[in-house]
């Protein structure tokens, strides 16, 4: 079966310096992964999704992730945060055995202080 | 741009009493699925649904659940009889149909379901 695994349950950095939010997948197969942002009350929007063409995956709003197969990651970065940033952060994958369903980790919480 | 929506946002229900949730998927969208996250707990997938059956399910997904598009635009989940452990956040969400491969899926804001 396939898991993700949020490594952060919190994370807190100051506003303009650099966001990591760290994710590790298992999965037997090539795995299509995703990044979700979470406002409050508000529903899951996609930032970026990996399946298998480029390994390094721009998204919206300034953010990237690498796809390291070796390391069995995807984490997500930004150069620089900024206060609208504060949100949850779900690392999601899907596996070629079935497209439908997504598995998702538990979460990352990032705070930006100011 | 289109997006799904949930409604009602939150629901309280009596324990044992039948509850629906309604979301509109974007409208050119063909797949269809649910998620939970109870408190504290990750998102977990509950069902999907394309051409009006359900494609796949999960093992929490048992006889209480039910899901149905009753027209063109509504996708439904209801429980028979709510348990106090089905309070959770409900997610809807959809993708686009067409190819092989993995489909994004775009969620709704959810629904927060409290069963007293």
């Known amino acids: 079966a396939q898991s993700v695994t949020q490594l952060d349950s919190h994370v807190s950095v100051s506003e303009g310096t650099p966001v990591l939010l760290r994710c590790n997948y298992s999965?037997?197969?090539?795995?299509?992964l995703f990044w979700y942002v979470q406002h409050p009350n508000k529903g899951l929007q996609l930032l970026l999704k990996?399946?298998?063409?480029?390994?390094l995956v721009k998204g919206i709003n300034g953010f990237e992730a690498e796809f390291k197969k070796s390391e069995t990651s995807f984490h997500l970065t930004k150069p620089s945060a900024h206060m609208s940033d504060a949100a949850e952060y779900f690392c999601v994958v899907s596996d070629q055995d079935n497209f439908n369903k997504f598995y998702f980790g538990s979460g990352t919480k990032l705070n930006v202080k100011p | 741009e289109p997006e799904v929506t949930q409604t009602p946002s939150h629901q309280v229900t009596q324990m044992g009493q039948e509850v629906i949730l309604r979301c509109v998927p974007i409208?050119?969208?063909?797949?269809f699925y649910w998620y939970r996250q109870i408190l504290g707990q990750k998102v977990e997938f509950l069902v999907s649904f394309y051409n009006n059956e359900i494609s796949e399910k999960s093992e929490i997904f048992d006889d209480q659940f039910s899901v149905e598009r009753p027209d063109g635009s509504n996708f439904t989940l209801k429980i028979r009889s709510t348990k106090l452990e089905d309070s959770a956040m409900y997610f809807c969400?959809?993708?686009?149909?067409?190819?092989?491969?993995?489909?994004?899926?775009?969620f709704g804001p959810g629904t927060r379901l409290t069963v007293l």
């Open positions: 969400a959809s993708s686009a149909s067409g190819g092989l491969g993995v489909k994004t899926q775009y």
């Open positions: 990996y399946t298998s063409a480029a390994t």
């Open positions: 999965s037997s197969y090539s795995p299509s």
């Open positions: 409208s050119n969208h063909l797949y």
